[in-house]
């Protein structure tokens, strides 16, 4: 399993993708929007999760693209 994806507000303004324990973003976009599509397409080809942070960098949502322990039902 892959690192956590955070799409997070960059420093110097902007959106951030970084994964779990990296000092550096992996890419930087102008909007949240842009930033979940790339975090969710790096996730899946590393069976991964997204982290999704709101501007104060509390997480706002999560999403599992790999080995789910909770899969939903049905």
């Given at each position: 399993?892959?690192?956590?994806?955070?799409?997070?507000?960059?420093?110097?303004?902007?959106?951030?993708?970084?994964?779990?324990?990296?000092?550096?973003?992996?890419?930087?976009?102008?909007?949240?929007?842009?930033?979940?599509?790339?975090?969710?397409?790096?996730?899946?080809?590393?069976?991964?999760?997204?982290v999704i942070h709101r501007t104060n960098g509390?997480?706002?949502?999560?999403?599992?693209?790999?080995?789910d322990p909770f899969p939903p039902r049905g």
């Amino acid at each position: 399993m892959g690192k956590e994806q955070h799409v997070m507000t960059h420093p110097d303004g902007g959106w951030q993708v970084k994964g779990a324990g990296n000092s550096k973003a992996t890419v930087r976009t102008n909007t949240q929007s842009e930033a979940i599509k790339i975090a969710r397409d790096i996730a899946i080809n590393q069976n991964s999760e997204v982290v999704i942070h709101r501007t104060n960098g509390q997480i706002r949502d999560k999403n599992s693209y790999g080995n789910d322990p909770f899969p939903p039902r049905g």
